[in-house]
């Protein structure tokens, strides 16, 4: 979108050394050269083995956090790209660190020799629109802003749900594009966030809410396409321990909800919907496995939308708030007894708007659970937003505010 001055001190560079007639070997490339310039595909960008588009080929259509083989191998390259704002950034560090990257657009190129801190030392590539934001600035990670409240330390331990790293504030986990899972939880820095690792694109569902090992520890869930269901036990630090494979054949529920405790026993439980329209309640065991499923009631196809979100309605029962394919939401008031009584309209339309609704427990600190809601790409520009619905004693939800940006998030949970 706008480059960042050391794109422009880049470009720069290779205006003045046109002005100032430089050799040509550092701006245009010989004709044995050109071979490699040319077999370089329209809409990439070609990284080489040797200087002057000779040797090794790659042609890099997508970001890559890690580049395996061609890992501080790259000695030059073409940008080829076809948007005016699209870019590549090269970072000297993998997972596209934006520490020491720069970045260049359609029309650049480079050998060894302009630019010898690039010279076999690219350790990960960003390409696209957003490569041109976030190189050599801010990564692909969210941005938070710093007036998440810390919550009461009265609050019951049901109620302390959606903390990774037990200082008391609630947190972020999501996916980015690239697979990679983050928490963020750091609010008196805005955008620091915990990279937890990559691969987690393999995963189609994931979903937490309290402890669920007894360790008290917030823990996850993931499914993997596989339809296997994996426990992420919590470190206690913003990142998991090993996980545990907790059973499989999951691929035939259409969405996952860790709820919390609905069952009245003070473990947490699991909420699960089939592909006929059955909800499910899997009590939890507290030691990662589940008791005997219990048939929650049919009907749940028009629902798209599962949230464990907490006690809404202040009885001390842990409740859940589900979306409809129509774009309205739902409290449904959980029993204790893993049931729910009579539904509420708490939204009353357009929150299929919404990519994705998350129970993080208490944002706003005022010891009541909130609802937070990634905004979807019908509202995304360069980033996509993060918002807050404060939640109210009896069960409703204030007027959203703004909780941060997001990054290249595909997920939040
Ligand atoms: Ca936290
Ligand atoms: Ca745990
Ligand atoms: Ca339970
Ligand atoms: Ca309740």
């Not at 657009?105 to 076999?120: A, H, I, K, N």
């Not at 913003?238 to 473990?267: C, E, H, I, Y």
């Not at 929150?351 to 010891?367: I, K, Q, S, Y």
Request: proline content about 6%; aromatic content about 8%; glycine content about 16%.
């Amino acid at each position: 979108m706008r480059p960042s001055p050391s794109a422009r001190l880049l470009r720069g560079v290779l205006v003045a050394g046109l002005a100032l007639g430089l050799p040509a070997t550092a701006l245009s490339a010989p004709a044995a050269a050109a071979d490699g310039y040319d077999r370089c595909p329209d809409g990439t960008v070609c990284v080489f083995s040797e200087p002057l588009y000779r040797g090794d080929m790659l042609v890099v259509r997508g970001p890559m956090a890690s580049l395996g083989a061609w890992d501080n191998r790259i000695r030059s390259f073409v940008v080829k790209l076809r948007g005016f704002s699209d870019a590549v950034c090269f970072s000297p560090n993998p997972g596209l660190d934006p520490e020491g990257a720069v970045h260049f657009y359609s029309g650049d190129s480079f050998d060894e020799s302009p630019y010898p801190e690039l010279d076999r030392a690219v350790s990960s590539l960003d390409v696209g629109p957003e490569a041109d934001d976030f190189c050599g600035s801010e990564s692909r990670y969210p941005v938070l802003y710093d007036y998440v409240g810390t919550r009461p330390a009265a609050l019951p331990a049901d109620g302390r749900f959606g903390d990774l790293n037990n200082d008391g504030h609630a947190d972020v986990a999501g996916r980015n594009l690239l697979g990679q899972l983050w928490t963020a939880h750091d609010y008196d820095t805005p955008g620091v966030t915990r990279l937890v690792g990559g691969g987690w694109n393999a995963m189609t569902a994931l979903t937490r809410h309290g402890d669920q090992d007894g360790d008290g520890n917030e823990d996850a869930y993931a499914r993997d396409r596989s339809g296997a269901l994996w426990l992420y036990p919590g470190d206690g630090r913003g990142a998991f321990k090993p996980r545990r494979q907790v059973g499989g054949g999951w691929n035939s529920m259409r969405d996952l909800a860790a709820a919390g405790d609905l069952t009245g026993d003070g473990r947490g439980d699991l909420l699960a919907s089939d592909g006929d329209g059955v909800l499910w309640t899997y009590p939890g065991t507290g030691r990662s496995g589940f008791g005997a499923r219990r048939k929650v009631g049919g009907g749940w196809k028009a629902i798209n939308e599962l949230v464990g979100a907490g006690d809404m309605n202040s009885d001390r029962r842990a409740d859940l708030v589900a979306r409809d394919t129509t774009g309205r939401l739902w409290l449904y008031p959980g029993t204790g007894r893993g049931g729910f009584g009579t539904r509420k309209l708490i939204g009353d339309g357009g929150w299929n708007a919404h990519r994705e609704l998350a129970g993080l427990g208490d944002v706003t600190g005022d010891g009541r659970p909130d609802l937070v809601a990634h905004l979807g790409a019908a509202s995304a520009s360069w980033t996509m937003g993060l918002r807050v619905y404060p939640g109210t004693a009896d069960g409703r939800l204030r007027a959203p505010r703004d909780l941060g940006q997001l990054r290249s998030t595909t997920f939040v949970f």
